[in-house]
């Protein structure tokens, strides 16, 4: 497996530069690192004694994955789950917050191991992953990719105004589906006809 800060760079580097796109709920982001992260984080990156769009402008590359792997992998206890699982959980960790581990423990409870969906990563959580892992150790971490691109999808639906993440002007696949696809096998990741299809009620 790759290391953690490997993970942590890549993250980044997918996440590409400042952004403040008013559709996005999370507002302005640098490396994929909000506002109100550095807020809720306490993080005056200018040292100005105020936390705003300024502070995102300037956080570096180096600082996101700082903060992405103390704050998105370790605290979170990534660490604790089957290695096949690590990679993507973290990915959409930094993307969804606990919602990435709420479609974990949802998969899992759907294949039969007992997980309440709290978003949090517990003994229970821990134990049924692994014996996931163990029952379908070739299958896991592409059954997670789906489960995570069905998130996005479903969210979408839910939300027109995240269409845009989802699928490109041109019918293709949005961001959002093809980050879940990076962790996904090939002959597991739907076709442009089949994602055109998936989204063709979007209008």
């Known amino acids: 497996m790759k290391s953690v800060q490997t993970l942590a760079e890549e993250i980044v580097t997918r996440e590409g530069g400042f952004v403040n796109d008013p559709a996005d709920p999370g507002g302005a982001t640098n490396h994929g690192v909000t506002l109100n992260t550095l807020r809720r984080l306490g993080l005056d990156v200018t040292?100005?004694?105020?936390?705003?769009?300024?502070?995102?402008?300037?956080?570096?590359r180096a600082q996101a994955v700082a903060i992405y792997i103390e704050h998105y992998?370790?605290?979170p206890g990534l660490g604790a789950l089957p290695e096949v699982l690590q990679a993507s959980v973290f990915d959409m960790y930094v993307n969804s917050g606990a919602?990435?581990?709420k479609v974990l423990q949802r998969l899992l409870a759907s294949m039969g191991f007992p997980c309440?969906?709290?978003?949090?990563?517990?003994?229970?959580?821990?134990?049924?992953a692994q014996?996931?892992?163990?029952?379908?150790?070739?299958?896991?971490?592409d059954a997670y990719g789906i489960a995570r691109r069905n998130y996005y999808y479903a969210l979408a639906d839910?939300?027109?105004?995240?269409?845009?993440?989802?699928?490109r002007r041109d019918g293709g696949k949005g961001g959002w589906i093809m980050r879940a696809e990076e962790f996904i096998s090939p002959r597991y990741q739907l076709t442009e006809a089949q994602h055109r299809a998936r989204v063709a009620a979007w209008g």
């Open 73 to 75: 992998f370790r605290r």
């Open 116 to 128: 309440d969906p709290d978003g949090q990563i517990g003994a229970q959580t821990i134990r049924a």
């Open 131 to 141: 014996m996931a892992y163990e029952a379908a150790p070739s299958h896991l971490a």
């Open 47 to 60: 040292g100005d004694s105020r936390i705003d769009t300024t502070d995102v402008r300037a956080l570096t």
């Open 158 to 167: 839910a939300r027109p105004a995240s269409r845009k993440f989802a699928s």
């Open 99 to 101: 919602n990435a581990v």
